[in-house]
């Protein structure tokens, strides 16, 4: 019974030393918190280093540093301590120094030294109403697991303070894991980058990140796609030199600006501009877009220019083509000039998925080619002739298409859920484009073409892989040069001369079975190309014949490659040598 009492007495006076233990407590730390000053934070950066951390902050014009042990630190719902003295809540930070307002920091940087050393900075977001104050843009977490689900939509970055992140819908600028791991998931959009400071990141098949992988094991960059939203590719403010070369605007020197408001509440302002020196003319253009809605956004925008045009990207891209002019006199592309304006809508369905139409007016004009342009290794080697690949006679009798106007209606269905755009190792490419010209539209030139592409992009093995593509060309009657379909050379019918055949409709089919060595980055492919082209008046699958190649690639991956192809028409033909510093298609 004695004991009994003792125990009861016991207990009553740990309840009493608890509560009063509390109320001291608790009313001291009230109380050191109620005599803090709210400061304005400006700065706030992590940084870890094997197990050792750094925490810097700027508030009030004076810096704060502060030493911790990655290994101490305490996370639970709602707090994250680093050490005694500095704690981070959901809408706050609250050191010895004072408390801070944390609900408008936005991502600044994060990046990598080594494999040791990662961090990343916070800045606090400008007040831009009356009040100062801004309704938050962020999701924030702190102890708990963030998670932004499947058709959900963060307007700014995805922040969480010692936890994981997984993404499921769509972040619009950056996602970032201080102390834990960051995961998007498949259908997940990431437009920023995505940073975990000490945790890793795990990126599924189908999501979409546009910026930099940033986690202990280093810094990857992504390929950037946005798909079809042409104002966002400027980024938020952007200034980039320009340069290309080639054989009738030989050297061209210019640089382009973008100015664009990240939650695109303002358009996006664009100009671009230089001078190319063989053809003694200035270069330009001026436009804007304007992204309306987010997740199902629709872009609206337009530009007037000058410019040096051609519609030969797809088989020598622009890059391409002013390496092999510098280094070999080599120019594949043929060019004409236009001046006047342009304007479009667009509808993004999702990332994957994208409808438009446009409608540009242009004057024509022809342009010359400069034979004698300087290259390094090819000095005694002349540069061809502009559109030499159709018949001089020809050429002649159509030059008048080169000096009138063009008013042309563009529409196109896009899909792509590739996963890069320099170098896709898998995923489905889907093109419809329809154009019409004259008539109505007014102009010059009369025409309507249509053309239907699909790819696949087929890994095999882990090393190996099986490319595929259909390019489909119909017009109703016979197309201006500038709009002809030509086949032969590199990216098309590998075995036949560059642009051997021409036609107002055109099938053309390409396979590559690609396989790639780890070490060194060597990469080989077997090449088999078909295709034909027949006039407006025939049948593309009755009339005509086909034209085949088969042909070997060797090159180091993601750098320089080596076609080298061999017709199947005629034994006699030699082989074709074509040099690509990009994917082939």
């Keep these: 019974m004695i004991r009994r009492k003792e125990r009861i007495r ?8 608890f509560t009063v233990l509390i109320a001291l407590f608790g009313s001291r730390l009230h109380a050191v918190e109620g005599d803090m000053t709210t400061g304005q934070l400006t700065r706030l950066a992590f940084e870890v280093e094997g197990r050792d951390g750094r925490v810097q902050l700027e508030a009030d014009g004076v810096s704060y540093d502060l030493e911790y042990e990655v290994d101490r630190i305490s996370s639970m719902p709602g707090a994250l301590i680093l050490k005694e003295g500095f704690e981070i809540r959901p809408d706050s930070l609250v050191t010895e120094w004072g408390v801070f307002s944390i609900g408008n920091l936005r991502v600044d940087s994060v990046y990598t030294q080594g494999k040791r050393v990662i961090g990343v900075v916070f800045k606090q977001r400008r007040s831009t109403t009356t009040s100062g104050r801004l309704s938050s843009r962020n999701r924030i977490s702190v102890g708990e697991r963030l ?8 307007r700014g970055d995805a922040i969480c303070f010692g936890a994981d992140v997984r993404i499921r819908g769509e972040v619009n600028q950056n996602a970032v894991a201080v102390f834990g791991e960051v995961t998007i998931a498949h259908g997940g959009i990431v437009r920023g980058d995505v940073a975990a400071i000490k945790g890793s990141v795990q990126i599924e098949s189908g999501s979409t990140v546009y910026g930099e992988i940033v986690s202990q094991q280093g810094t990857k960059r992504t390929s950037g796609r946005r798909s079809g939203r042409p104002g966002d590719d400027w980024g938020p403010n952007v200034f980039k030199p320009l340069f290309s070369y080639n054989r009738v605007d030989g050297l061209f020197l210019g640089a382009k600006l973008a100015f664009s408001d990240p939650d695109s509440l303002l ?3 664009f100009a671009s501009g230089g001078y190319a020196f063989m053809s003694e003319k200035w270069q330009h253009e001026v436009g804007v877009h304007q992204r309306i809605f987010e997740k199902y956004s629709f872009g609206l925008g337009g530009s007037f220019f ?35 304006g342009r304007m479009y809508i667009t509808f993004d369905a999702s990332s994957y998925n994208q409808v438009g139409v446009a409608y540009q007016f242009v004057k024509l004009d022809w342009l010359d080619h400069h034979p004698k342009l300087w290259a390094l290794f090819g000095s005694s080697k002349e540069f061809r002739a502009n559109f030499s690949s ?28 590739s996963d890069a755009d320099d170098f896709a190792t898998r995923g489905w490419y889907g093109e419809l484009i329809y154009s019409a010209a004259g008539d109505d539209l007014k102009g010059d030139l009369a025409y309507d073409r249509l053309t239907a592409e699909i790819r696949r992009y087929q890994p095999l093995t882990r090393r190996q892989a099986l490319n595929v593509r ?8 016979e197309l201006p040069l500038i709009r002809s379909f030509y086949l032969g050379g590199s990216r098309t019918i590998r075995g036949l001369d560059h642009k051997g055949i021409k036609g107002d409709q055109m099938l053309l089919g390409n396979l590559e079975y690609v396989i790639r060595f780890p070490r060194p980055k060597l990469e080989t492919a077997l090449l088999l190309d078909f295709g034909k082209t027949t006039g407006s008046k025939e049948s593309i699958f009755s009339d005509g014949d086909f034209h085949s190649s088969i042909g070997l690639r060797v090159g180091i991956t993601d750098a320089i490659k080596i076609d080298v192809a061999k017709s199947l028409d005629d034994s006699d033909e030699s082989a074709k040598i074509w040099v690509l510093f990009q994917r082939s298609f």
Excluded: C, H
């Design 10 to 17: 016991l207990m009553r006076n740990l309840k009493v030393i």
């Design 147 to 154: 998670i932004v689900q499947e058709n959900d939509f963060v």
């Design 267 to 269: 358009p996006t302002v």
């Design 306 to 340: 000058r410019r040096t045009a051609t519609d030969d990207e797809w088989i020598a891209p622009i890059f391409e083509t002013t390496l092999l002019s510098v280094l070999a006199a080599e120019d594949n592309a043929d060019y004409y000039e236009e001046k006047g």
């Design 390 to 417: 159709v018949p001089a006679v020809e050429r002649r009798s159509r030059m008048e298409e080169f000096d009138g106007k063009l008013g042309e209606l563009t529409a196109w269905y896009r899909f792509d859920n």
């Design 470 to 477: 259909m390019k489909y060309g119909i017009a109703g009657r």
